[in-house]
């Protein structure tokens, strides 16, 4: 595992200079031993029950205490020590920016690429830094060359922005979006990947799949998807924006030619960065969101093209590369399974209570969905902040509905149990009136 010192020691001297110390980030008088970071050879399932390593990591961040924030799979906060290199790269923009945003901080965005294709395990130039995931896979979806009747084929679970995307493609260049209908929860791969393949004709030229679906955290069998669309010469777009830096795996674990996610989700960078990834072969076919010229067909970085921007966030996801890999993808993976199950398997104890999610190993991520039955799920959410300040998403689909909770590292095992007290007076007792 690459360590801290290893990946920011190739920055250059610019950025390097003003790091903090490896253990900046742990809380006043922790050492690495206690926070389990070096040197400790135990299971991530066993790392993921232990509060004393986690409170290390709690105290990276800057969390409002005031309130239990369960909407991690929206935007992540960034630890301190990424806020502060943040903040040092937007200082020094500013005492000369033509110089330092073109001579200096541009060129050191190249270790940033090459740090994030080494945590997704692909070439550095297979890899565009973008500002989001809705950046990165509109490249890809606005990119292909579909013609009038071309079908794209994805779920009714999609997320919102990204069927936009390929809706308005629709009314444009007369392609045909088809939606499916998955179960949920499912544990069943086969079935799933049966329900697209029967839903293919000869038209079908795109797959569009989540990873991780944003609605209830179910795992999608990418890899068997991707590998039955290329056996017909049908194109996968992975969309990954909830289950990079959340679930551990490579880019062979999935064999995708597409993937965009979100960096400032589960990998705490900062507010506004994103990853695409594009198989090098394909790179030359798929054209950028904003004009590239000519000499860039098969340069990566042409889907990098957005005019002036601010490099600062860009920069800084090395120190949240850095922090993730201090943790450990799997420990870190491991915990945030462990924390879904201490409060999902409590209030599943009620018998009102009803989870979209899958429990077993490998079904679903650290988001779950939960409902708690004839209770609308709208007015619980308001409820919960309005009384407890407990910040949840409310999800209303034709197919289910719940709150979606998604805690992440710095969330405290107190916090959950707020959280279940709050959801067992409500099946109790119900909701007060308004």
Same mark, same amino acid.
Not at 168 to 192: A, S
Not at 244 to 267: E, N, P, Q, V
Not at 307 to 332: D, Q, Y
Not at 398 to 406: D, K, N, T, V, W
């Given at each position: 595992?690459?360590?801290?010192?290893?990946?920011?020691?190739?920055?250059?001297?610019?950025?390097?200079?003003?790091?903090?110390?490896?253990?900046?980030?742990?809380?006043?008088?922790?050492?690495?031993?206690?926070?389990?970071?070096?040197?400790?050879?135990?299971?991530?399932?066993?790392?993921?029950?232990?509060?004393?390593?986690?409170?290390?990591?709690?105290?990276?961040?800057?969390?409002?205490?005031?309130?239990?924030?369960?909407?991690?799979?929206?935007?992540?906060?960034?630890?301190?020590?990424?806020?502060?290199?943040?903040?040092?790269?937007?200082?020094?923009?500013?005492?000369?920016?033509?110089?330092?945003?073109?001579?200096?901080?541009?060129?050191?965005?190249?270790?940033?690429?090459?740090?994030?294709?080494?945590?997704?395990?692909?070439?550095?130039?297979?890899?565009?830094?973008?500002?989001?995931?809705?950046?990165?896979?509109?490249?890809?979806?606005?990119?292909?060359?579909?013609?009038?009747?071309?079908?794209?084929?994805?779920?009714?679970?999609?997320?919102?922005?990204?069927?936009?995307?390929?809706?308005?493609?629709?009314?444009?260049?007369?392609?045909?979006?088809?939606?499916?209908?998955?179960?949920?929860?499912?544990?069943?791969?086969?079935?799933?990947?049966?329900?697209?393949?029967?839903?293919?004709?000869?038209?079908?030229?795109?797959?569009?799949?989540?990873?991780?679906?944003?609605?209830?955290?179910?795992?999608?069998?990418?890899?068997?998807?991707?590998?039955?669309?290329?056996?017909?010469?049908?194109?996968?777009?992975?969309?990954?924006?909830?289950?990079?830096?959340?679930?551990?795996?490579?880019?062979?674990?999935?064999?995708?030619?597409?993937?965009?996610?979100?960096?400032?989700?589960?990998? =705490?960078?900062?507010? /506004? #960065?994103?990853? +695409?990834?594009? *198989?090098?072969?394909?790179?030359? $076919? !798929?054209?950028?969101?904003?004009?590239?010229?000519?000499?860039?067909?098969?340069?990566?970085?042409? =889907?990098?093209?957005? /005019? #002036?921007?601010? +490099?600062?966030? *860009?920069?800084?996801?090395?120190? $949240? !590369?850095?922090?993730?890999?201090?943790?450990?993808?799997?420990?870190?993976?491991?915990?945030?399974?462990?924390?879904?199950?201490?409060?999902?398997?409590?209030?599943?104890?009620?018998?009102?209570?009803?989870?979209?999610?899958?429990?077993?190993?490998?079904?679903?991520?650290?988001?779950?969905?939960?409902?708690?039955?004839?209770?609308?799920?709208?007015?619980?959410?308001?409820?919960?902040?309005?009384?407890?300040?407990?910040?949840?998403?409310?999800?209303?689909?034709?197919?289910?509905?719940?709150?979606?909770?998604?805690?992440?590292?710095?969330?405290?095992?107190?916090?959950?149990?707020?959280?279940?007290?709050?959801?067992?007076?409500?099946?109790?007792?119900?909701?007060?009136?308004?």
């Amino acid at each position: 595992m690459l360590d801290r010192r290893g990946f920011l020691g190739a920055i250059t001297w610019p950025a390097a200079a003003a790091t903090l110390p490896s253990c900046a980030w742990l809380k006043p008088g922790a050492s690495l031993e206690l926070a389990g970071l070096d040197g400790d050879a135990r299971s991530p399932e066993v790392v993921a029950r232990d509060e004393d390593f986690w409170a290390s990591v709690q105290a990276a961040f800057t969390a409002d205490r005031s309130m239990v924030n369960l909407n991690n799979g929206g935007v992540c906060p960034a630890p301190l020590v990424v806020q502060a290199a943040m903040k040092r790269y937007l200082d020094h923009a500013n005492e000369a920016p033509a110089y330092v945003l073109w001579r200096l901080q541009d060129p050191q965005k190249e270790t940033v690429r090459s740090g994030l294709a080494r945590v997704f395990g692909c070439d550095p130039e297979e890899v565009a830094i973008t500002r989001n995931a809705s950046e990165s896979l509109e490249n890809i979806q606005q990119g292909f060359d579909l013609e009038h009747g071309d079908e794209v084929l994805t779920t009714d679970q999609d997320y919102p922005r990204m069927l936009t995307t390929w809706k308005q493609r629709e009314r444009r260049d007369g392609i045909v979006l088809k939606q499916i209908q998955v179960p949920v929860p499912c544990e069943d791969d086969e079935r799933i990947v049966k329900l697209f393949e029967e839903a293919l004709t000869p038209r079908t030229k795109v797959l569009h799949i989540c990873h991780v679906i944003n609605l209830h955290g179910m795992v999608m069998p990418v890899r068997k998807l991707v590998q039955m669309a290329r056996a017909r010469g049908i194109r996968t777009v992975v969309d990954g924006a909830h289950s990079f830096a959340m679930l551990d795996f490579k880019r062979d674990d999935l064999d995708c030619d597409y993937f965009g996610t979100s960096l400032h989700k589960f990998l =705490f960078a900062p507010h /506004g #960065t994103g990853l +695409l990834y594009v *198989r090098r072969e394909q790179i030359k $076919a !798929l054209w950028p969101l904003m004009a590239a010229g000519q000499t860039q067909d098969e340069d990566i970085r042409k =889907f990098e093209e957005i /005019g #002036t921007h601010p +490099l600062a966030n *860009r920069l800084a996801i090395a120190e $949240a !590369l850095a922090f993730h890999e201090r943790i450990g993808p799997a420990r870190k993976a491991a915990r945030q399974i462990y924390l879904r199950d201490y409060w999902a398997k409590r209030l599943l104890q009620n018998p009102r209570v009803k989870l979209h999610t899958s429990l077993a190993p490998g079904r679903s991520s650290g988001v779950a969905l939960v409902e708690i039955e004839g209770v609308d799920s709208g007015k619980l959410n308001e409820h919960l902040w309005a009384k407890q300040r407990i910040f949840t998403v409310g999800i209303k689909h034709p197919q289910f509905e719940g709150l979606r909770i998604s805690p992440t590292v710095y969330t405290r095992l107190s916090e959950l149990d707020r959280f279940c007290e709050a959801m067992e007076k409500v099946a109790r007792d119900g909701l007060p009136p308004a």
